[in-house]
């Protein structure tokens, strides 16, 4: 492939070059660093990435040629778990959890995902597609590139429909690439109160189905908790998505055990998602099974719990981790990776690199990406960003700083 773009004068070239699957154990150190390095594009592209002085008798004289001015440069975050769609706020409920309401008490007094629900129902598909793009601008400010996103604040076939084709007109309208997930499975609707089985049998026999034929969604996800859906509840919903076509994520063991893991397993499912409670048996039925962990610690932070992932027991037993925001507007209204990275290297014990190998190539994988982006390497993507610093380790050292890298999306600098 012809050169057509080479970004030179880069500091510090994270690449995350390796195998081509997700990265375990030891292998999340391991970031493929180059100092004094360029990366070299044909249009849309990686066709090289590594030292200058090895790469620089390939840059052709009509390249056009981009200073990095001795920055570090990594491969854009991928954001594997956020709630993007829905209307409205709940800054009140954010204040009851200060004064010493849990997320369950609000959740009873008919606050929490309902209140949300009923905002999302009343709200047109323009005024959510306009909601989505300010959050959809958040991410792409603090570098996130590529970003799974659910449903599940409409929990009616009308409204659940209308957010899965806000998140198709935002991808279409770019630049950041979103992966839809249908998550009708988040909680039983105020009409269905005492009906839960006929709300399950909705989701599994009328909405997957109309789903997975119009192409809406890739993914299908459950919460499965005390406040949410049982276990057996949710293998009717996600086995009927497997029947359909729509591979399986599962919110699970958020506030106790038992709680859906062990379900992730039995369906190998794509991820198990929170995981604050999983026992280390389950662990391992995950790890067997081939799931990926997504590791949420926002919502625990956000929520005021110091109850976190046991991040190190699972890099320890080989599981491929993930690191995501939940960027919702109840638990976690966070839509910053790089604060993500703080908060698992500070509460959860991650290194530097084993956070950033989590949301970046891990993530891709966990979305069947992997092979696309999340890592600089020869014919993936060109989704990268340049820095306003030198070190990849700044970016979980500066906590919460208002740091706005040059984003670039299929080879091409964008701005929020």
Known sequence: MSVTHAVVNIGQLVTLAGPSRPRVGDELQHLAIHANAALLLAGDSIVAAGPYAELRSRIPSEATILDAEGRCVTPGFVDAHTHLVFAGNRAAEFEQRIAGATYQQIAA???GILRTVSLTRMATEDELLAAAARH??????????????????GLDHDTELRMLRVLARLNAQGPTHIVPTLLAAHTV????????????????????????????ARFCDAFCDDHAFTVEEARTVLA??????????????????????????ELRAATADHLETVTPEVLQQLRQAGVQPV???????????????PALSMVELGLAIVLATDFNPGSSPIPSIPFILSLACLHMGLSPAQALAAATINAAHSLG???????????????????EFTD???????IAAPARPRVFIAGREVTP
């Open 189 to 216: 609707p105020p009409e269905y109160a005492g009906r839960r089985h006929d709300y399950v049998r909705f989701i599994a026999e009328t909405l997957i189905p109309q789903v997975a034929h119009a192409g809406l």
């Open 369 to 387: 990406l992997g092979h696309l982006i999340g890592s600089l390497e020869p014919a993936k993507q060109a989704d990268f960003l340049i820095h």
């Open 109 to 111: 007094s008919g606050g």
């Open 136 to 153: 959809q601008r958040w991410m792409l400010r603090t570098g996130t590139t590529t970003l799974e996103a659910k449903s599940g604040y």
């Open 392 to 398: 990849y380790r700044e970016l979980a050292y500066f």
């Open 240 to 265: 009927a998505a497997q029947r359909h076509g729509l591979r399986p994520r599962i919110h699970a063991e958020q506030f106790r055990p038992g709680t859906g893991a062990a379900l992730a397993a």
């Open 295 to 309: 590791l949420l610690p926002g919502s625990v932070f956000a929520l005021g719990r110091t109850h976190y992932p």
